[in-house]
């Protein structure tokens, strides 16, 4: 790489734009941590007169971003479109092709097609850096690639989006239904205005724990079956039970090693009030990994939002600047193995089960009696009665049983006339 | 570097006789990670027959670690002496200017020392590299160095000695005394047996302080006059009665910029129960950055013994491996700049005052109009009557008051025959 890095910019949303400005107000400290001085040499969005945050070059500003490679010579490309495919994947896998180093903060392409644009990256002896798609400005890639190599890791989990955290949070602190709380949270800029579904239903975090595991544990990213559920079915009264009984909902991603087999998951869990993760609150962002020889280490930051994210990119283009070739996953595509996975039918907890019934003699014992009749033994009821509804609430807490098992005994709750809908469920964490 | 790279270990303590077991069974997996082949060609230390928890390679001893360099050829050399002077700089030095690379955990030389060597490792293009040397396996320089490279800085602070939170965890939990307390973490293995000062009188944590300013900071290791207390003087009376004040004593190492001036510090805290840093309990450290755009970022593990520090410095071991020369401080020596310092007399807290007097009349009016003169504001006093002993404990808590404020409001105390003792003094962190 020469004195000179020219780099282009393809997406100007929030994060692009700011990114932006931060590449321009920080060039003289990159010059003196890297002696090379940075040339934001091409821009591209789609719309060119949107109105940003920080004021563009419009000089440099191309419309179809595959141009740039016709017209500039590239140093670096960063990616911040965020499609999983489309002009988001062609637009890198033609930069790497062409011995372009890549930055992205694209979960999204990463979790689906990271495996096949490292091969590229690593045949053309370029860098492909995404330090950003993971818990926004925490380093948490490069913490596993680097400052923790050489562990073996047996667990990294944690809550690793922002915004159904910051849900959760709020709907306990203010009482506030779900839907209430998502509106303010897209007005704060918190959730997508328009469709927050891919943070809501578990699908953000899940493409985050599938980076993670392919580098905590060395393997190719997986493409397994998983057990990934969101957010969008947690009531307030599950929140205020949890609460009383002083435990607390989080949507934690967790990836584990289970004989030798890979389990990946996404789902709620109920975790201590007096836990590290139970207060790790708001938007925050917060890993735990379980290696050795280190124990347990423990990275918690901002999430998300345009400042972070640009921290993490910033960090990625030192990285490429000082001239270091990683690999993009920290071995060679060739040395990363496909791995078992643990069957979801296995995975087993302490459940959280929440029944709405007729308050009617015998609708207790038929429910103890089904799970029994599935092994399924009862550490803990709290039967609350709604007289004036001739209703009750039932909450229980299991020991532990298996997914499996949990899903047959409640089946038959589908269609009995005294019980009212379908009983909650919700995993303790353990 | 070849294809084999040659490995020199001086110091087999606990954490070099521990690294040199996991250099043995790590050597394939490091392998699979950088392409190399790493070999132990030689190691060191004082006594030759030392029982070792793990078996050492006797014909690759030696008495004298300065004859490795006219035997053998050596790559990376591996310094867990762990002196700030003597033989452990002299081998760093000499082992730097004779090209090859070196990593220690030792936090005194560098604290001391590093300006200079980092200076000759960059002349002669090599990598010194020293992770292990702050928070044992919390990657916390890399972290500062590359994962938050570009971040601007203005607070970096946190737990950095384990056996000092360890003692303070373990008073508050059994009500034992600070003696008893000790005796049982050096039984453990988390104090010194023979002279466990360093720990207990901050000295350790602030020699981390120093490199971690250093670093967030980029400027020259400081050699400014501190503010460093240690735990030697904490009683149970005042974890006691900090707990009743839903409190609890933390020793912390702070770095700051105020005013564009640098300010250092190690001493005791009263922080809340409920914050995060409060719930950082036995041997665990951990630490928090404020940083731009980054924002609040924490990392937190363990901060010691030989596992979590053998982690770090086979972390050092693949980023040299890699081929990758860093500056040991993340950029040039000679871009690092001197820091004014901040002047101690105008740190500005609140107060945990605690007085034992004479229970007669007229003395709290002495202590509060003696702070009243210094125009320190009260926010809240406690008195303890101890009828039988015809004494009390009078526990003030001020408001916000500088140090010069706070000793020249003190002093008077000395020689008053009403005040049993000295005043206790414990800041507020806020």
Redesign the interface.
């Given at each position: 790489m020469n004195k000179f890095v020219n780099i282009a910019l393809v997406g100007l949303g929030q994060i692009g734009n700011?990114l932006y400005n931060?590449l321009n107000i920080?060039k003289k400290?990159?010059e003196?941590?890297t002696?090379k001085h940075i040339r934001i040499v091409a821009i591209s969005a789609k719309n060119r007169n949107k109105k940003r945050r920080f004021k563009i070059n419009k000089k440099i500003f191309y419309q179809n971003p595959l141009n740039i490679f016709k017209d500039k010579k590239i140093d670096i490309l960063i990616e911040s479109i965020g499609l999983s495919d489309g002009i988001s994947k062609k637009i890198v896998e033609t930069a790497l092709k062409k011995k372009i180093n890549v930055i992205t903060p694209n979960k999204a392409l990463i979790a689906k097609h990271g495996d096949y644009l490292s091969q590229i990256a690593e045949k053309k002896n370029v860098c492909l850096e995404f330090?950003a798609s993971v818990a926004g400005?925490?380093?948490i890639l490069?913490?596993i690639k680097?400052?923790?190599?050489?562990?073996r890791f047996k667990k990294i989990y944690g809550i690793l989006n922002g915004t159904t955290n910051y849900i959760l949070t709020e709907m306990e602190n203010t009482n506030e239904t779900f839907d209430k709380v998502l509106q303010k949270a897209q007005k704060l800029g918190y959730a997508e205005p328009g469709n927050p579904k891919l943070d809501l239903n578990g699908f953000d975090a899940f493409a985050k724990v599938r980076i993670l595991s392919a580098l905590a544990f060395n393997n190719r990213i997986s493409k397994h079956k998983c057990l990934m559920e969101g957010i969008q079915n947690i009531d307030l009264k599950d929140i205020k039970i949890a609460s009383q009984l002083n435990l607390r909902i989080k949507l934690l991603g967790i990836s584990e090693i289970i004989n030798n087999q890979l389990f990946e998951t996404v789902h709620p869990c109920l975790v201590s009030k007096k836990s590290?993760i139970g207060?790790v609150n708001g938007v925050m962002n917060?890993i735990i990994m379980q290696?050795?020889?280190?124990?347990?280490?423990?990275?918690?930051?901002?999430g998300a939002g345009?400042?972070?994210t640009?921290?993490?990119l910033?960090?990625d283009l030192?990285?490429i600047m000082?001239?270091?070739i990683?690999k993009p996953f920290?071995?060679?595509s060739h040395?990363r193995k496909a791995i078992k996975a643990f069957d979801i039918k296995n995975y087993s907890n302490s459940l959280y089960l929440r029944f709405e019934v007729k308050d009617k003699p015998g609708v207790l014992s038929l429910i103890t009696n089904r799970l029994a009749k599935f092994k399924i033994s009862i550490k803990r009821i709290i039967q609350t009665p709604d007289k004036k509804n001739n209703k009750a609430t039932i909450v229980i807490i299991t020991h532990k049983t298996t997914e499996i098992n949990a899903k047959k005994s409640l089946n038959i709750f589908r269609k009995n006339k005294n019980i009212l809908k379908f009983p909650i469920l919700i995993r303790l964490y353990n």
């Open positions: 700011y931060e920080k400290e990159i003196i941590k002696g330090e400005g925490i380093p490069k913490t680097e400052g923790l190599a050489t562990n590290y207060n917060a290696g050795k020889p280190v124990g347990e280490s423990i990275l918690q930051g901002e345009p400042g972070p640009s921290s993490s910033l960090s030192l990285t000082k001239g270091n990683n920290g071995l060679s040395k």
